[in-house]
């Protein structure tokens, strides 16, 4: 219990935002606040390439997560679980847009 770091590197360099810093101990409140994603998906987006994200929703507890993105035209969604409290989401875009926002309800 407490406070941890772990640093990732990646050919001796640490990588964007490491070290990291996280506390363990028990989750006593969760809720749809704590539900955190990023990924390059959410950042620069391509039209009708898989545009992937990560979700993390360990801290939520327990519910249903759904995932909408937003736009001009209808984006195809791929969602994957990949252990408890992360997923892995990527949309297909079929044309451009000022901004596609992607709703994690």
């Given at each position: 219990?407490?406070?941890?770091?772990?640093?990732?590197?990646?050919?001796?360099?640490?990588?964007p935002g490491s070290p990291f810093q996280f506390t363990v101990g028990p989750i006593v409140e969760g809720g749809a606040?704590?539900?955190?994603?990023?990924?390059?998906?959410?950042?620069?987006?391509?039209?009708?390439?898989?545009?992937?994200?990560?979700?993390?929703?360990?801290?939520?507890?327990?519910?249903?997560?759904?995932?909408?993105?937003e736009g001009p035209s209808k984006a195809t969604i791929m969602f994957e679980d990949k252990f408890p409290g992360s997923s892995v989401a990527a949309f297909r875009a079929p044309e451009p847009g000022i901004a596609f926002p992607v709703d994690l309800d």
């Open positions: 219990m407490g406070v941890h770091i772990i640093c990732v590197k990646h050919k001796g360099l640490h990588i606040h704590k539900v955190h994603a990023n990924g390059d998906g959410l950042d620069n987006a391509e039209v009708g390439h898989p545009n992937e994200f990560n979700i993390y929703t360990h801290e939520a507890g327990p519910g249903m997560l759904t995932v909408n993105v």
